[in-house]
């Protein structure tokens, strides 16, 4: 009745399946091994490890910039003028720091000090840059604060920012650097080649949040500027600065400024101008007071250029010493103007001319001179033409130059006593120091160590007119001359003084002026020339006499004791000047 059912069984896997299943894995296996072979040990493959490894590098190496140290700025002593020092400066990515968020955006700017309605708006403005600066020249002190809130995309770089130890008191000598240390004014600007230094390359292993955290290899290293040495004297350019900071202030003048020259050797030891600034901190700085009036601004010099014109006369072989010159009445006609004495000075010689600086005596001698003769003078010893210093901006000055018919009387009667010529005040003392020189004219420089040739000195006057020239200055110092207030005590001084009016919107104003004193000390055995400008005091004092001349006399009596110049005992100086100007007086 029933049936009984058979058991099926299942056939089994034919043998060629498993075979080839088997075959494909270890295929697909060997193709996976292949593969990483050609990825990671084949050098030749196309996309191969070195294509690889190039890629990782690419990503992870970068190439930094080593900042090189600038050359330091010392005076003649040793003493540091100008220095680098190493700073931070925080930078961002701006594409990676607006990605975190305003939260973090906001952290930064609370770190740095900064509003973050301003940061934000910068990131905006540079949203598709990779690299905006936050904030330069921090301490390291400053930037670790930063650096260790950890920030994504704001990152350090190592720079370096100038400083100046001896802040305002030689700051328009020196000028100053920009935020990326390169020269602006100044010294800076005219040696920057000299004292910047080679930039240096260095690899460096950057994760993805910009962090450095290898360094690789020095690809080129980093070489430092050379230093530079300058020809001044701290010593006596801190003097200077606080004499001529003192009677800037007490005569209510609107500038002034002091050259002092080594006669010896043509080095400037001091160069100080008011008003000053700090270069340390600029911020709100005049134009003005950036200025370096010794040598940019150009003036016209007055009765400084008296003894020159006798200079002159004597070298014309026309005139001694005590060759007669009448100025009565007190007054003389020039076409074009009238030239008034204070007072009727009578008859006087070429001395009493210089002591009295008598108007009217030098017009007469000037107007008796062949005036390009005159003019050829004042140019050998140095006035319309560069000094050489090397500093940007030099004025040269202006030095007429017409044929004889074309020099009206009274252009040669001004030119004689310092008007229609202008001067810088390093030439003016560059004259005096050829008279402190005997006649010999020695370059002016500014830096002591350059690989620079200068030029030689030469011999552009006779000693014995140099000479005599030199003992007339000393009578202006004396109680009859209008210097006396430049003497000083255990020194003999030779000098003269100049009262400028100064040019208005109609010609000369009768109510401004400058005053003027140049100079030079032991007038015996000098080692030390010297002009002093003040410009448009507008106290009751104005002459040079009054203003300049206390200036030099105070900043000469502290230089003789620093540069350990003995003073000599002088019974009587005038009566000593008397006999040694009637001895030259006979001789000649």
Not at 231 to 258: C, P, T, W
Not at 336 to 365: E, R
Not at 447 to 454: C, N, R
Request: hydrophobic content about 40%; proline content about 5%.
């Amino acid at each position: 009745m029933g049936a009984v059912k058979k058991k099926q069984t299942q056939p089994g896997i034919a043998r060629w399946r498993f075979v080839l299943v088997a075959a494909l894995l270890c295929l697909l296996a060997l193709a996976l091994i292949l593969h990483l072979a050609r990825l990671q040990v084949l050098p030749a493959a196309e996309h191969g490890y070195r294509f690889l490894q190039d890629q990782g590098r690419a990503r992870t190496i970068r190439t930094e910039e080593i900042a090189a140290y600038r050359g330091s700025i010392v005076d003649r002593n040793g003493e540091l003028l100008a220095v680098s020092t190493p700073v931070h400066s925080l930078w961002a990515n701006p594409r990676l720091l607006r990605k975190s968020g305003a939260e973090q955006v906001g952290q930064l700017a609370r770190a740095l000090a900064l509003e973050p309605d301003k940061l934000a708006a910068r990131l905006e403005k540079y949203r598709n840059k990779a690299f905006m600066y936050l904030r330069r020249h921090l301490t390291p002190e400053q930037a670790g604060k930063v650096l260790d809130l950890e920030l994504v995309g704001v990152y350090s770089k190592k720079e370096y920012r100038r400083f100046y130890p001896a802040g305002e008191v030689v700051a328009q000598l020196l000028g100053f650097t920009n935020i990326d240390d390169r020269g602006q004014e100044g010294l800076e600007l005219a040696y920057d080649d000299w004292l910047s230094g080679q930039p240096g390359a260095q690899q460096v292993v950057k994760d993805l949040k910009g962090r450095t955290v290898q360094d690789l290899a020095i690809q080129r290293e980093a070489r430092p500027g050379h230093d530079l040495r300058l020809s001044i004297d701290m010593r006596l350019q801190y003097l200077a600065y606080r004499e001529l900071k003192r009677a800037v202030a007490e005569n209510g003048a609107a500038s002034g400024f002091m050259v002092i020259l080594d006669t010896r050797s043509g080095d400037v030891l001091a160069m100080a101008n008011q008003p000053s600034f700090n270069p340390n901190n600029r911020e709100g700085v005049k134009a003005a007071a950036m200025r370096n009036r010794a040598l940019i601004d150009q003036f016209e010099p007055g009765s400084t250029v008296k003894p020159l014109t006798v200079l002159a006369a004597l070298e014309s072989g026309r005139y001694r010493p005590h060759t007669q010159i009448d100025t009565n009445p007190g007054y003389i006609r020039v076409p074009g103007k009238t030239l008034v004495d204070p007072i009727n000075y009578g008859k006087l010689d070429l001395t009493g001319v210089i002591t009295k600086s008598s108007q009217v005596g030098i017009t007469k001698i000037a107007l008796d001179l062949e005036p390009n003769g005159l003019r050829a003078l004042f140019y050998r010893l140095g006035l319309g033409a560069a000094v050489g210093s090397g500093f940007p901006g030099e004025t040269p000055g202006i030095l007429p130059s017409r044929s004889r018919s074309r020099w009206h009387p009274i252009e040669r009667a001004n030119f004689a006593f310092g008007y229609g010529l202008t001067v810088n005040g390093v030439q003016l003392a560059q004259a005096y120091g050829v008279l402190a020189n005997a006649g010999i004219k020695r370059p002016v420089s500014l830096v002591l160590s350059t690989d620079t040739i200068t030029a030689e000195p030469e011999r552009v006057i006779a000693a014995p007119l140099a000479e005599q020239v030199s003992a007339m200055l000393e009578t202006v110092i004396s109680s009859r001359g209008t210097g006396r207030l430049a003497a000083v005590q255990g020194y003999r001084v030779a000098g003269k003084t100049g009262t400028v009016h100064k040019v208005g919107s109609s010609g000369y104003a009768d109510n401004r002026y400058r005053s003027v004193f140049a100079g030079f000390i032991p007038a015996n055995n000098p080692r030390l020339a010297a002009v002093v400008v003040i410009d448009d005091p507008s106290q009751a004092k104005y002459y040079g006499g009054e203003v300049a001349a206390p200036v030099f006399a105070s900043v000469m009596a502290g230089a003789m004791r620093l540069l350990q110049v003995p003073p000599e005992r002088v019974e009587s100086a005038e009566r000593q000047l008397t006999a040694q100007l009637s001895e030259r007086g006979t001789k000649s």
